[in-house]
C-alpha cells in the first residue's frame, strides 16, 4: 500500500501497536511504513498468534482485546486496527481505547472492509463473510455484518479522531476453479454444522447452493477495503 507508506516518510514513528492483529497479515504494511518501529500486535486468540509469532520471531504479539488494551496512555506514535472493527462488541469503546494508547498528536491507521459500493463479484466475498459472521452471531461470538463506508468514517469522527487522510484500496478479481469453489462449499458445511439443530439452520443450509451458484457465475474479488489515517489532537 504505497500510499500508506508516503505518508508516513516523514513522521517519526518509533513505538506501532497492531490491534487485532491476527496471524500478522497488516504487520507486513505496518513494518513497510514503519521500518525503523518496534511492533507490537495485540488480539484475542492465542491461536492466531502463535501463527503470527512463526512468522515474525522478532515481534512482541500478546492477547489482548481492542475495548481493554492492556497498555499505559500514550505508550505508543501510532496505533493500527485492521479488519476487526466489525469483530468489536462495542466500536466507539475500541476506538476511544485505541486513542487513549496513542500519544498526543500521535497516529491512527484504521484498514477495515466496506459493505456499500461493491461490483457483483465482491458482493460475492460479502456473502462468503456474512454467512460466516451470522454463524458466529447465532453461537454468542462478536463478528458483526461489516459497516457502509460513511458509517465507519462517522464511528471514526464521533471517538474525537481527526481524519488527516482516507483512500480506498481493492484487490484483483479472482476467478476460482470449480474445484476450489467445492472446497469453500465443504468448508462452509462445516460451519454450519456448528449451529445444527438451531432455528436457523435450515435456511442457512439453503443458501449454500445459491451462494455456490453466484460464485461460478461473478467471479471472486475481495471487497474494497477503507483505509483511514487519523490523529489524536
Not at 3 to 14: E, Q
Not at 195 to 219: L, S
Amino acid at each position: 500500500m504505497e500510499a500508506l507508506t508516503n505518508f508516513f516518510l516523514d513522521k517519526n514513528c518509533l513505538k506501532v501497536l497492531d490491534v487485532g492483529t491476527g496471524t500478522g497479515n497488516f504487520t507486513i504494511q505496518l513494518r513497510s511504513a514503519f521500518p525503523d518501529a518496534e511492533i507490537t500486535g495485540v488480539d484475542p486468540s492465542e491461536e492466531a498468534l502463535t501463527k503470527a509469532r512463526e512468522r515474525f520471531p522478532d515481534i512482541l504479539f500478546m492477547v489482548g482485546e481492542a475495548e481493554h488494551l492492556p497498555f499505559k496512555a500514550g505508550s505508543f506514535d501510532a496505533v493500527a486496527i485492521s479488519m476487526a472493527l466489525h469483530h468489536l462488541t462495542k466500536v466507539s469503546k475500541g476506538l476511544h481505547e485505541i486513542k487513549r494508547v496513542v500519544k498526543n498528536e500521535g497516529w491512527i491507521i484504521i484498514y477495515e472492509p466496506v459493505s456499500d459500493n461493491l461490483n457483483k463479484a465482491q458482493e460475492v466475498h460479502k456473502l462468503h463473510h456474512h454467512f460466516r459472521s451470522r454463524i458466529d452471531r447465532i453461537l454468542g461470538i462478536s463478528h458483526q455484518k461489516t459497516f457502509p463506508k460513511n458509517q465507519i468514517i462517522q464511528m471514526v469522527e464521533n471517538a474525537g479522531i481527526t481524519i488527516r487522510l482516507h483512500f480506498e484500496h481493492t484487490e484483483k478479481t479472482k476467478n476460482p476453479e470449480v474445484l476450489e469453489i467445492e472446497k469453500w462449499m465443504e468448508k462452509m458445511e462445516q460451519q454450519l454444522e456448528k449451529i445444527k439443530g438451531r432455528p436457523e439452520y435450515e435456511e442457512m443450509k439453503r443458501q449454500i447452493p445459491e451462494i455456490r451458484e453466484k460464485t461460478i457465475v461473478n467471479g471472486f474479488q475481495p471487497v474494497t477495503k477503507l483505509v483511514l489515517i487519523g490523529q489524536k489532537e
